[in-house]
């Protein structure tokens, strides 16, 4: 069971972004974090985190061949 990263500092220290833009990279950039009710502290676990990171960098990787690299290759 993940237990809940809490808090907008350390959400962004988790995924390497500034804490004053976590509205702007929940809402634009689709970070898995919420807040109870709109309220209180940010809350994100830490697989989703992961999974929006890893979503994150194949977007900026460029496409080779007919498939992007997402695992390394066999033998390496």
């Known amino acids: ?3 809940c990263i809490k808090g907008a ?3 962004c ?7 004053k833009q976590i509205i702007r990279l929940v809402s634009e950039l689709g970070l898995p974090a919420w ?3 709109g ?3 940010w809350r994100a676990l830490p697989e989703d ?3 929006w990171m ?3 960098r194949n977007s900026h990787l460029p496409v080779q061949g007919s498939q992007a690299q997402t695992q390394p290759r066999a033998g390496r």
């Open 35 to 37: 807040r109870r009710a």
């Open 13 to 19: 220290e988790a995924v390497g972004e500034n804490p």
């Open 49 to 51: 985190l992961r999974r």
């Open 1 to 3: 069971m993940d237990i």
């Open 39 to 41: 309220t209180g502290s």
């Open 54 to 56: 890893l979503a994150q």
């Open 9 to 11: 500092r350390a959400i």
